[in-house]
């Protein structure tokens, strides 16, 4: 292998990273919104003495948000 084709070779993995790089921390981004939606919920109906109200509404509020971000990546990307 002569320097020049591992050079080129790092470089493009380099930027296949670089392209790569906003993908890979969405399904970790999807899942702590949604289940930052749910602990706020869970949180509330513990203060308030509510059942699943909430729950529901902070799980509804926090699918919406990941899905809006998702919508908002993917969008930005093409």
Request: hydrophobic share 45%; charged share 15%.
């Amino acid at each position: 292998m002569s320097p020049e084709n591992k050079d080129g070779e790092s470089r493009a993995w380099a930027r296949a990273l670089r392209e790569m790089g906003p993908y890979l921390g969405i399904g970790a981004t999807l899942a702590v919104t949604v289940l930052g939606g749910v602990g706020i919920g869970y949180w509330l109906d513990g203060r308030l003495g509510t059942t699943p109200a909430f729950v529901l509404a902070g799980s509804v509020v926090g699918i919406l948000t990941a899905g809006y971000h998702f919508y908002r990546l993917v969008r930005v990307k093409q």
